[in-house]
T-cell receptor, first 112, second 114 residues
Framework: TQLLEQSPQFLSIQEGENLTVYCNSSSVFSSLQWYRQEPGEGPVLLVTVVTGGEVKKLKRLTFQFGDARKDSSLHITAAQPGDTGLYLCAGEGGTSYGKLTFGQGTILTVHP | DTGVSQDPRHKITKRGQNVTFRCDPISEHNRLYWYRQTLGQGPEFLTYFQNEAQLEKSRLLSDRFSAERPKGSFSTLEIQRTEQGDSAMYLC????????????FGSGTRLTVV
């Protein structure tokens, strides 16, 4: 089974700060997705990256897929309290063909 | 289409009882997935369907768990002889077959076994 390791597991910051969440694996994925989940709800898709080295921006969020397609990062600029939630990376491909394998998640808390 | 619907939202059951959850996917989506999630962790894969065919079931899944998707529409997940360790959020998601499409998740069913 392909594993995805996310770091840090917990992140507590003040409004306006920048942060980066990392997602690493020893295996290659065909695609990697990032989701955000609020308590009591299902995860919501933020972005899909498929090409090694790809960078996608979504307002204050920047996502990068590693050149070897084994790792990814999520960078948030000027975090806001509304960014608070559980951030999940998920990969598909290889032994995870046809389904997503999720990392354990990063719990982000942004204080006003 | 109102997205992926799961019923019930919450279920409290006594140990040893059977429970069944239902998932109604987005109608255009031919793939349906079940995941289990414990507090503060990422979702763990259970099983998935393409139309009515169950294509994969996690090796970690006990024989007490069974899922069906008759006629390729809604799906049910049954847990027999529930144990306290089954307490978790059970998430259903659907997607189009094309691998780069993301999943649309339902709000989940929170199961508590007492």
């Amino acid at each position: 089974t392909q594993l995805l390791e996310q770091s840090p597991q917990f992140l507590s910051i003040q409004e306006g700060e920048n942060l980066t969440v990392y997602c690493n694996s020893s295996s290659v994925f065909s695609s990697l997705q990032w989701y955000r989940q609020e308590p009591g709800e299902g995860p919501v898709l933020l972005v899909t990256v498929v090409t090694g080295g790809e960078v996608k921006k979504l307002k204050r969020l920047t996502f990068q897929f590693g050149d070897a397609r084994k790792d990814s990062s999520l960078h948030i600029t000027a975090a806001q309290p509304g960014d608070t939630g559980l951030y999940l990376c998920a990969g598909e491909g290889g032994t995870s063909y046809g389904k997503l394998t999720f990392g354990q998640g990063t719990i982000l808390t942004v204080h006003p | 289409d109102t997205g992926v619907s799961q019923d019930p939202r919450h279920k409290i059951t006594k140990r040893g009882q059977n429970v069944t959850f239902r998932c109604d996917p987005i109608s255009e989506h031919n793939r349906l997935y079940w995941y289990r999630q414990t507090l503060g962790q990422g979702p763990e894969f259970l099983t998935y369907f393409q139309n009515e065919a169950q294509l994969e079931k996690s090796r970690l899944l006990s024989d007490r768990f069974s899922a069906e998707r008759p006629k390729g529409s809604f799906s049910t997940l049954e847990i027999q002889r529930t144990e306290q360790g089954d307490s978790a959020m059970y998430l259903c998601a659907s997607s189009l077959e094309f691998r780069y499409y993301g999943y649309t998740f339902g709000s989940g069913t929170r199961l508590t076994v007492v």
